[in-house]
Nanobody, 121 residues
Framework: QVQLVESGGGLVQAGGSLRLSCAAS????????MGWYRQAPGKQRELVAT???????NYADSVKGRFTISRDNAKNTVYLQMNSLKPEDTAVYFC???????????????WGQGTQVTVSS
């Protein structure tokens, strides 16, 4: 079994910052790409940022220049530093990872439980 556990969400005023963390644990052989997605009320889940095991990053246009994704491969952990937050960033943020388990064939797509980020105006 593999688990993704997120932390770091909360309530912040517009212009403020938050840092999200997501740690993968369990029967892990390797962790490939990791990323963050978000879902606002009444909207579809959307990509925020992704990072490969080699460090190549990709951002949604709406967060470029404000958010930074990073990872610690030794800890199987991905981070999302969110600066200059706006009310429209309010959403549940989900961690995602592509993981190969020990003794199993293929790569699984795993999700965290989500963490609420609320930005007040």
């Amino acid at each position: 079994q593999v688990q993704l556990v997120e932390s770091g969400g909360g309530l912040v005023q517009a212009g403020g910052s938050l840092r999200l963390s997501c740690a993968a644990s369990g029967n892990i052989f390797s962790v490939n790409a990791m990323g963050w997605y978000r879902q606002a009320p009444g909207k579809q889940r959307e990509l925020v940022a992704t990072i490969t095991s080699g460090g190549t990053v990709n951002y949604a246009d709406s967060v470029k220049g404000r958010f930074t994704i990073s990872r610690d491969n030794a800890k199987n952990t991905v981070y999302l530093q969110m600066n200059s937050l706006k009310p429209e960033d309010t959403a549940v943020y989900f961690c995602n990872a592509l993981i190969m388990q020990n003794g199993r064939y293929g790569i699984g797509n795993y999700w965290g439980q989500g963490t609420q980020v609320t930005v007040s105006s």
